[in-house]
Nanobody, 121 residues
């Protein structure tokens, strides 16, 4: 099994910054993609950013230029640096990892428990 543990959420004023981190642990062969989704009250979960094990990144249009995703493959961690935060960024942020349990097996997506980010205006 794979466990994802997130940290770094909290309350910040508009214009401020936060850093979210997520660490994967457990028994698995490899991790392909890692990243973040978020879910605001009354809204569907939406992708925020993702990064492959080769370092290829993608971002939601709403966060481009403000958020930066990075990854440490050796430590199985992913970090989301968020700057110039605004009230629309308020949400629960969920980390995910696309994991291959065994060599040649299909990828399975695992999720963290979520961490709250609240931006006050």
């Amino acid at each position: 099994q794979v466990q994802l543990v997130e940290s770094g959420g909290g309350l910040v004023q508009a214009g401020g910054s936060l850093r979210l981190s997520c660490a994967a642990s457990g028994s698995f062969f490899s991790i392909f993609g890692m990243g973040w989704y978020r879910q605001a009250p009354g809204k569907q979960r939406e992708v925020v950013a993702g990064i492959t094990n080769a370092g290829s990144t993608r971002y939601a249009d709403s966060v481009k230029g403000r958020f930066t995703i990075s990854r440490d493959n050796a430590k199985n961690t992913v970090v989301l640096r968020m700057t110039t935060l605004n009230a629309e960024d308020t949400a629960v942020y969920f980390c995910y990892a696309d994991v291959r349990q065994y060599s040649g097996s299909d990828l399975g997506r695992y999720w963290g428990q979520g961490t709250q980010v609240t931006v006050s205006s």
